[in-house]
T-cell receptor
Framework: NAGVTQTPKFQVLKTGQSMTLQCAQD?????MSWYRQDPGMGLRLIHY???????DQGEVPNGYNVSRSTTEDFPLRLLSAAPSQTSVYFC??????????????FGPGTRLTVL | AQSVSQHNHHVILSEAASLELGCNYS??????LFWYVQYPGQHLQLLLK??????LVKGIKGFEAEFIKSKFSFNLRKPSVQWSDTAEYFC????????????FGKGTKLSVIP
């Protein structure tokens, strides 16, 4: 099992550009989520999904879109990048029972810089 | 809305010293509480969790935490730290059954000096 994979590992964007951060898991987990991690701010939930076709907003959804067309993939789209979106982005997945237990599996992260 | 407060931004200890990291939460109902650890350059791992029952929970690597409902606290402790415990520690709270949103504190960076 590869676990949770994220691509790219690093990305530099210019203000106004759009891009998609990829996240995939091979554990057949129903639950997937995106967090951003900023210094001194901890992790903040952007969007999450409890199954294919079902997504919901977290704490900081503005400027981001998600979709869940398959169980395996949960891409995060930045529609028009802003410097405030400079951050490290983590994808996580879990079974629905597992998320109840806090057993989320985190990916390695994508470090995004917006100039 | 739930929130989590971690009192210390950065803690520096010598090896063998005792550790206590504070965590307070705000939530109006049943809560599940967690501590996660992030070692340098790595992603988050679950350290321990509290759901119900004995308010003193034990986790991996000798860590434990005590849930004090009256104080809305879930402090992390370790009797004797090692250099390998150098990491960032995050307290997190989730609502009860059927809730999927995990709210994290801002984190406490622990530096252990050999």
């Amino acid at each position: 099992n590869a676990g949770v994979t994220q691509t790219p590992k690093f990305q530099v964007l210019k203000t106004g550009q759009s891009m998609t951060l990829q996240c995939a898991q091979d554990m057949n987990h129903e639950y997937m989520s995106w967090y951003r991690q900023d210094p001194g701010m901890g992790l903040r939930l952007i969007h999450y999904s409890v199954g294919a076709g079902i997504t919901d907003q977290g704490e900081v959804p503005n400027g981001y879109n998600v979709s869940r067309s398959t169980t395996e993939d949960f891409p995060l789209r930045l529609l028009s990048a802003a410097p405030s979106q400079t951050s490290v982005y983590f994808c996580a997945s879990s079974s629905l029972a597992g998320v109840e237990e806090g057993e989320q599996f985190f990916g390695p992260g994508t470090r995004l810089t917006v100039l | 809305a739930q929130s989590v407060s971690q009192h210390n931004h950065h803690v520096i200890l010598s090896e063998a010293a005792s550790l206590e990291l504070g965590c307070n939460y705000s939530y109006g109902g049943t809560v599940n509480l967690f501590w996660y650890v992030q070692y340098p350059g790595q992603h988050l791992q679950l350290l321990l969790k509290y759901f119900s029952g004995d308010p003193l929970v034990k986790g991996i690597k000798g860590f434990e935490a005590e849930f004090i409902k009256s104080k809305f606290s879930f402090n992390l402790r370790k009797p004797s730290v090692q250099w390998s415990d150098t990491a960032e520690y995050f307290c997190a709270v989730k609502g009860g059954a059927g809730s999927y949103q995990l709210t994290f504190g801002k984190g406490t960076k622990l530096s252990v000096i050999p």
